[in-house]
């Protein structure tokens, strides 16, 4: 696979493209082409931000694995890669979706640490993940 990206961004690809592409991967479900690109950006040394791990973090949620997208955000923080809301929520609604509520939890505090603002998303989601485990004594403490 490594070749055929290659072969189609000779120059390497552009930030725009390669957002898209992984945002592609993800809505469809394909968490493996997901981090297959993701790997060819990191051995290429192309350039991986905010808006590529928030895809990648994304196409987490929609395969349940949260403890990749758990790996993804300690990458970002370990590369100063700056930490949105987005990044948080879907970090948020893959342990929702994956019924680990302690995580979401984390995931919230690590949230509310670092001051990034959060939504109606990040509470559903949060409150939604305790809910699923039984845990209502923590989702009335979000």
């Not at 993800?26 to 928030?54: C, G, I, M, P």
């Not at 997208?69 to 948080?88: K, P």
Request: net charge neutral.
């Amino acid at each position: 696979v490594f070749a055929t990206l290659d072969h189609a961004f000779p120059k390497g690809p552009d930030s725009r493209t390669s957002t898209r592409m992984l945002s592609r991967f993800s809505k469809q479900r394909a968490l493996d082409l997901t981090f297959v690109v993701f790997r060819w950006h990191e051995v290429n040394n192309y350039e991986l931000n905010t808006y590529h791990y928030n895809a990648a973090i994304d196409s987490c949620a929609n395969a349940n694995m949260w403890t990749k997208a758990w790996q993804l955000l300690g990458a970002m923080a370990q590369r100063s890669v700056e930490l949105d809301i987005i990044t948080f929520n879907s970090a948020i609604s893959a342990c929702e979706k994956g019924s680990t509520w302690d995580t979401a939890v984390e995931f919230f505090r690590v949230m509310v640490q670092s001051e990034v603002e959060s939504d109606t998303i990040t509470f559903s989601a949060a409150i939604s993940a305790c809910e699923k485990c039984g845990k209502w004594k923590k989702a009335l403490r979000i």
